[in-house]
């Protein structure tokens, strides 16, 4: 007998870190920024009244103001419920091809998920046994080309050049450089949009901006790109932007300073803490990003994650082929980095 259930659209869903529903804990499972938003941002008063009101479709305030902020035009900016609604928009759009998508076997996991969502097919390029991209992975037919530039989890960067190289061999698809992680120690691709019409790049206020609860993403490149995007959102959603994200959203653009100063403070507590892990028998990827991607040389990441989670500290640990025994932690600030250390250093050292 037929059911309904053979119709159904099945997935396996990408899983997100856990938001423990306690408060007492040092929470370095999902990259979030530990220093929130300015006290100028924190002063805003929201026009609740406003609310009765569909938002801006267009998301002209935060639009305009991305696009005043990176010199370009309101054109060659797309906004987003967070960039996983950018990035899966960018799948929808762009990646519609019979040929597969490129991306690493070690990168976000939420790629291989769209991919799969959405019946795009798609091939994993291994990253070599360092952990770095392998270029000549992305000079063949392909369907598009995607990776986050740091990667993730790994926290390693590739230069402008890499990136320009990959683009320049693939006129025939779109490549998408997801920069979640850029302003931590990066050199931003988008320079290069003026020169390739084929290259998106994709940021978030979730890391950097320290505002992952807002749920704010955005794309920028060429016009035409940007408007093909539209195209898609319109056809799934007109209002994805709130009216409270498209406020706050622009003050934070506004908010230079304090932005220089929070991200200046998450790399100097990175380097800090990178030193003492190697200190305590760690080895550790060099990073980019606000997180680190470690192994220690004798004690399994397994019985690390766990003695951390019996002392309220989260990290995040993947179970997967080649980084089963990594774990990856966000950097918060110099106080919880130095707890972290102090409880790691009653089970781990360089000479166990
Ligand atoms: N890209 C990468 C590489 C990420 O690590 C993340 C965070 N999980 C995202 C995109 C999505 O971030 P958000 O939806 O919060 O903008």
């Known amino acids: 007998m037929n059911s309904w259930k053979d119709n159904i659209r099945k997935v396996v869903p990408y899983v997100p870190g856990e938001q423990p529903k306690v408060d007492d ?3 370095l499972n999902t990259n979030e920024n530990p220093y929130g938003p300015s006290d100028k941002v924190r002063s805003i008063r929201l026009d609740l009244d406003n609310l009765r009101k569909y938002p801006d479709p267009k998301s002209s305030l935060l639009v305009d103001k991305l696009a005043e902020y990176h010199k370009l035009k309101p054109e060659q900016v797309f906004v987003g419920v967070g960039s996983d609604d950018v990035i899966s928009m960018c ?4 990646f519609n091809s019979d040929k597969p998508v490129f991306f690493p076997d070690i990168t976000y996991s939420f790629y291989d998920v769209w991919a799969d969502v959405y019946r795009i097919p798609y091939e994993k390029k291994p990253l070599d046994e360092n952990f770095n991209i392998v270029k000549e992975d992305y000079k063949k037919e392909n369907g598009g080309i995607i990776f986050p530039n740091p990667n993730a989890p790994t926290g390693k960067l590739v230069g402008l050049d890499f990136i320009e190289d990959i683009v320049k061999a693939n006129p025939s698809s779109v490549v998408i450089i997801d920069e979640a ?4 120690g990066g050199e931003t691709a988008l320079p290069l949009i003026d020169k390739y019409e084929n290259l998106l790049v994709v940021r978030t206020f979730s890391k950097s901006r320290s505002m992952a609860g807002l749920r704010i993403g955005y794309a920028m490149g060429n016009a035409e790109l940007i408007k093909y995007l539209n195209d898609v959102k319109y ?5 994805t932007m709130n009216t409270p994200s498209l406020v706050l959203g622009s003050a934070i653009i506004d908010d230079e300073d304090y932005f220089r100063e929070s991200v200046g403070k998450i790399i100097n507590t990175r380097e800090k803490f990178t030193a003492e892990l190697e200190r305590l028998g760690f080895t550790v990827l060099p990073s980019k990003a606000n997180f680190v991607f470690v192994s220690h040389k004798t004690v399994p990441a397994t019985e690390i994650f766990e003695k951390m989670r019996e002392n309220k500290i989260f990290f995040r640990h993947f179970n997967a082929p080649r980084i089963d025994n ?10 919880e980095m130095e707890r972290v250390i102090k409880v790691l250093e009653t089970f781990c050292s360089a000479t166990k």
């Open 326 to 335: 990594f774990l990856r932690i966000t950097i918060g600030t110099d106080e």
């Open 235 to 239: 056809s799934v959603n007109s209002y």
């Open 181 to 184: 992680y850029i302003d931590f």
């Open 25 to 27: 804990i040092i929470k």
């Open 91 to 94: 799948f929808l759009t762009f």
